[in-house]
């Protein structure tokens, strides 16, 4: 898919960008695509034209653009090797919900902007901390999200005070989320308080669990699974297509 790379300037800085949009002329719905806890790299390049070729212009940000020019992470051994393990961590740590709203909010001014992309709410999805941030993003832009999608999200609810699901009273967005079998940070209990927070809310919504394990949707990431990936898209898809 064709794709530019751009700057969004934000409230903290520079943050380096890829426009991805389809063949022919637009303008496309804009989504928004939030990496996993290993930040922009070739397997999301790959994600984000894929997502592009449904019809929408995807913007993909580096999330960890505060870090400034960090070194890549390998998935087959971030979590493993104590440094990398530490390295990663303490780069999640600093995207705060504050930051992912302030972030967000650029990114919907850069993609108001742009020719290629039509309307003025928007899609998000994400995978694993980029599930989450989803969420944060629905919840606190509400007027400017139609649709969040969260993919084996970890940490959707929690007992802080800036958990996800005490924002679902804010969402006006339509909510998608499919959560990951075994997976300690979206278990089947949180499964059920986001879903009792959502309905309260009036807040339509959607919450799977696919039969693979966290990190499903990724191909890079050593639990990835083919079928699992495949359903994902699908479901995005659709959803977007409902939503968008």
Not at 67 to 95: H, I, N
């Amino acid at each position: 898919m064709p794709y530019i790379t751009d700057t969004v300037t934000t409230a903290d800085g520079d943050c380096t960008v890829r426009l991805y949009t389809p063949d022919g002329d637009g303008p496309w719905p804009g989504v928004v695509m939030y990496p996993d806890a290993g930040g922009v790299r070739d397997t999301f390049y790959e994600m984000a034209a894929k997502l592009a070729g449904f019809g929408y212009a995807v913007l993909l940000p580096d999330v960890y653009y505060r870090s400034g020019d960090w070194e890549p992470f390998d998935m087959s051994t971030a979590f493993s090797d104590p440094k990398e393990r530490q390295r990663l961590f303490s780069m999640m740590s600093d995207v705060t919900p504050m930051k992912m709203a302030l972030d967000a909010e650029a990114f919907f001014d850069y993609l108001a902007d742009r020719p290629e992309v039509k309307g003025d709410r928007f899609g998000v999805c994400g995978y694993c901390m980029g599930g989450r941030t989803s969420l944060v993003v629905a919840g606190r832009q509400p007027g400017r999200v139609a649709a969040a999608a969260s993919f084996h999200g970890g940490g959707l609810v929690t007992d802080r005070a800036d958990s996800p699901h005490l924002l679902a009273d804010q969402i006006q967005a339509a909510i998608y989320v499919a959560g990951a079998r075994n997976d300690g940070s979206f278990t089947a209990e949180h499964a059920e308080q986001l879903e009792k927070a959502l309905t309260a809310a009036g807040v339509e919504h959607t919450i799977e669990t696919y039969p693979a394990e966290h990190g499903f949707a990724v191909p890079d990431n050593p639990p990835y699974d083919a079928d699992a990936a495949e359903r994902h898209w699908t479901a995005m898809r659709d959803f977007f297509a409902a939503k968008l």
